[in-house]
C-alpha cells in the first residue's frame, strides 16, 4: 500500500497495493480536486479549478511567493523561478505546501488504503524539502492522529527526490505478454 507523489513541473501520483499491484484504474490526480473554494488556482491545460496539480507542483511555488513577499522575474521560466525561490529559502512557502499535502492525504486515503506515502520532485528538493515533510508531519500528528499512526510518510535522499518520476519508472518490473 505505497503511494508515491512526485512534484515537479506538474504532480504525478502512482499506487501500488498490499499485494504489490497497480489497479486497474488509471492513478492520475494531478487533475483530481483538492481545493472547492471558488476562486481557487485555475489550471491551463483543463481549465478546472483546485486541482493537484497547481498545489503539489512548481506552480504552487510560483503562486505563493507574492505572498512571502518575493518577487519573480515574469522573464523566467517555472523551473528558474522555482530555483530561485529554493535559493532564498523561503520555508513559510514550503510550509504552505505541507499544509496542503497533509490535508490532501486525508482526502486520498478515503480512496486509496495508503500505508506509506513517498514525496518526491524538483520541488521536494533541499530545505524547501524538508519543511514541507515536516508541516506535513506536524499537521497529521494534530488533526488527524490515526492517519498519522497508519501512513508513514517518506522523504528519499536528494539524489532519489530530485529525479522522482525516472526512479519510480525505473522500478517497474517488466510485463509479460500473454500467449
Same mark, same amino acid.
Not at 500500500?1 to 513541473?9: F, L
Not at 496539480?53 to 515574469?74: H, M, N, T, W
Not at 519543511?131 to 488527524?144: F, H, K
Given at each position: 500500500?505505497?503511494?508515491?507523489? +512526485?512534484?515537479?513541473?506538474?504532480e504525478a501520483v502512482g499506487y501500488v497495493d498490499a499485494e504489490g499491484k497497480v489497479l486497474g484504474w488509471l492513478n492520475e490526480l494531478a487533475f483530481a480536486p483538492v481545493d472547492l473554494f471558488e476562486d481557487a488556482m485555475a489550471d491551463e491545460w483543463s481549465t478546472d479549478i483546485?486541482?493537484?496539480?497547481? /498545489?503539489?507542483?512548481?506552480?504552487?511555488?510560483?503562486?505563493? +511567493?507574492?505572498?512571502?513577499?518575493?518577487?519573480?522575474?515574469?522573464?523566467?521560466?517555472?523551473? @528558474?523561478?522555482?530555483?530561485v525561490v529554493q535559493n532564498l529559502r523561503a520555508r513559510r512557502?514550503?510550509?504552505?505546501?505541507?499544509? /496542503?499535502?497533509?490535508?490532501?492525504?486525508?482526502? /486520498?486515503c478515503r480512496f486509496y488504503d495508503v500505508h506509506h506515502m513517498i514525496v518526491l520532485g524538483r520541488v521536494m528538493s533541499g530545505?524547501?524539502?524538508?519543511?514541507?515533510?515536516?508541516?506535513?508531519?506536524?499537521?497529521?500528528? @494534530? @488533526? /488527524?492522529?490515526?492517519? +498519522?499512526?497508519k501512513v508513514r510518510v517518506m522523504l528519499p535522499d536528494e539524489k532519489t527526490r530530485r529525479v522522482g518520476q525516472s526512479v519510480a519508472a525505473a522500478s517497474l518490473p517488466e510485463l509479460r505478454k500473454n500467449a
Open positions: 500500500s505505497v503511494m508515491g507523489m +512526485a512534484m515537479g513541473t506538474s483546485g486541482v493537484g496539480c497547481k /498545489y503539489f507542483s512548481q506552480d504552487a511555488v510560483i503562486k505563493l +511567493a507574492p505572498r512571502a513577499g518575493i518577487e519573480l522575474d515574469p522573464a523566467l521560466t517555472p523551473a @528558474e523561478k522555482l530555483k512557502i514550503f510550509a504552505s505546501i505541507g499544509a /496542503y499535502l497533509a490535508h490532501t492525504l486525508k482526502l /486520498y530545505l524547501g524539502g524538508s519543511a514541507i515533510l515536516e508541516t506535513c508531519l506536524s499537521i497529521l500528528n @494534530e @488533526e /488527524y492522529p490515526e492517519l +498519522a499512526q
